[in-house]
């Protein structure tokens, strides 16, 4: 079946610009998480969404970064006014709930000139 | 607050040996479950092996295994027969269980590489 997709692959702005990144879960996976992969701090948590319970947003690094999801599928990820050190991997995952296992997409390839 | 640790920046075996990775990490957590993860240069992680913390056998899976020691808090994979394709980075991951999400704390890798 189909994995975890998200687009785009690569993104390119300049500093100061809007960017949303996009994650598509797979089919009947509840769950969804964002991480960031940068050279500098590694892999780190962003954000989970649950069903329609609360996100969890304590992993977003400033009020600069959010994050929805329509209709328990689609979500987006938002970052406002990007700055250089938003350069980094976005990583998406997902999976049913109280399972363990986590799918991750191929992630989008941020770079803030 | 969870913590991984991976001392092994950069890693290479030659091309049929075996190689074990570390992992250490830092919890006062009691219900928890550690992770392997593989990372290609295609940038998609990849599942390699879970283990369960009230599990005391370790973990195998095919050329795959871990050594999880809990009371030092250490969670190694070994990697037998090491094959070309293994050739990535290696994540480990701590998820904590109970209420809450579950997300993962990664450790910063190891890069992998193996020599034919």
């Known amino acids: 079946g189909a994995g975890v997709s998200q687009s785009p692959s690569n993104k390119v702005t300049e500093k100061g610009k809007d960017v949303e990144l996009r994650c598509d879960p797979i089919s009947g996976h509840t769950a969804l998480y964002w991480y960031r992969q940068s050279l500098g701090q590694g892999l780190e948590f962003l954000i989970y969404?649950?069903?329609?319970?609360?996100?969890?947003k304590s992993g977003l690094p400033s009020d600069r970064f959010s994050a929805e999801r329509t209709g328990g599928s689609v979500s987006t990820l938002t970052i406002q006014r990007t700055q250089q050190e938003d350069s980094a991997v976005y990583l998406c995952a997902s999976n049913r709930e109280r399972e363990n296992e986590q799918f991750f997409g191929p992630g989008t390839r941020l770079t803030v000139l | 607050a969870q913590t991984v640790t991976q001392s092994q920046p950069e890693m290479s075996v030659q091309e049929a040996e075996t190689v074990t990775l570390s992992c250490t990490y830092d919890?006062?957590?009691?219900?928890?479950?550690l992770f392997w993860y593989k990372q290609p240069p295609s940038r998609q992680m990849i599942l390699v092996i879970r283990?369960?913390?009230?599990?005391?056998q370790n973990a195998t899976e095919n050329r795959f295994s871990v050594n999880f020691q809990k009371a030092a808090k250490s969670f190694s994979l070994k990697i037998s027969d090491s094959q070309l394709g293994d050739t990535a980075m290696y994540f480990c991951?701590?998820?904590?269980?109970?209420?809450?999400?579950?997300?993962?704390?990664f450790g910063k890798g190891t890069k992998l590489s193996v020599i034919p």
């Open positions: 283990q369960e913390a009230y599990k005391q």
């Open positions: 991951a701590f998820m904590k269980l109970g209420a809450g999400s579950y997300q993962l704390t």
């Open positions: 919890t006062s957590e009691s219900n928890y479950y």
């Open positions: 969404f649950q069903g329609n319970s609360a996100p969890d």
